[in-house]
């Protein structure tokens, strides 16, 4: 019975996380609401792999974790852009619809996850973790960057979550069962690296985040265009068929 709660004690601990940087986002400090963003990313890479571990993998187990990253990676991240840079400098019709729209596409990208079986080692469309990691730390940069620019960015996070691009699925590495014991001690060191080195880490996490977002973005648009040669032969071959 212990066992079969472990799993669910992480992902419970990714909702926390989600709530109390909500809560810190509306008290103006948005650099420990992302922090947060990122620790909370960690629990969830890692309750999935406890829980494959300890073998207790369950329905229950899934749709606890899809519900608290919609807070966690959707709510949350939305509400750290809207409070650092969308809340001052941006009308606000157009500022709540932005916001809304990220959590809201976040929220049927794992619907569709949960119900559409996906192709093996690929995700459809970009994770929600990814893409609340991205605008949860793009938005400590709002002072460098140009709130229109946030805004298309925000907008276009929440497209790749829903789009059918294929994104590398990493979930899928084990975690061995004799380190299980390690775990705390990886989720105390990051939660203190976090704390020590608050301006490198998001940056860091930043930079990973869209060199995965724009990895699988590449890939997609490197296999659109031999389809579209394809078709473009094809219908040159027709033409000089028909000429013929």
């Known amino acids: ?5 472990i799993p669910n004690v992480f992902t419970l601990g990714n909702l926390v996380l989600g709530v109390i940087s909500i809560i810190l986002s509306f008290n103006g400090d948005a650099n420990s609401a992302a922090l947060l963003v990122i620790i909370a990313m960690l629990l969830d890479g ?3 792999r406890v829980a494959r571990a300890l073998n207790v993998t369950s329905e229950f187990g899934k749709e606890l974790d899809s519900l608290s990253d919609v807070i966690s990676f959707g709510v949350a991240p939305a509400f750290i852009m809207y409070q650092a840079a969308f809340m001052e400098t941006t009308p606000p019709a157009l500022a709540w619809i932005v916001t809304a729209i990220f959590p809201i596409c976040g929220a049927l990208r794992l619907a569709r996850f949960n119900v ?3 192709i093996p080692g690929y995700f459809i469309g970009l994770p929600i973790p990814a893409a609340g990691g991205v605008l949860a730390t793009l938005a400590l940069f709002h002072q460098e960057l140009h709130v229109s620019l946030l805004l298309v960015s925000t907008l276009a996070l929440s497209f790749l979550m829903i789009s059918n691009m294929k994104y590398p699925n990493f979930k899928k590495l084990g975690l061995p069962r004799a380190a299980l014991w ?3 001690l990886v989720v105390v060191a990051a939660a203190l690296l976090a704390y020590l080195f608050q301006q490198a880490i998001p940056k860091a996490i930043l930079a990973l985040l869209l060199l995965y ?3 699988g973005l590449k890939k997609n648009v490197e296999r659109l265009v031999p389809r579209r040669l394809r078709r473009r032969r094809r219908r040159t071959d027709e033409r000089h068929g028909h000429s013929a």
């Open 1 to 5: 019975m212990i066992a079969k709660s």
């Open 182 to 184: 390690a775990i705390p």
């Open 46 to 48: 890692l309750d999935g």
């Open 213 to 215: 977002a724009l990895w």
């Open 116 to 118: 559409i079986e996906g």
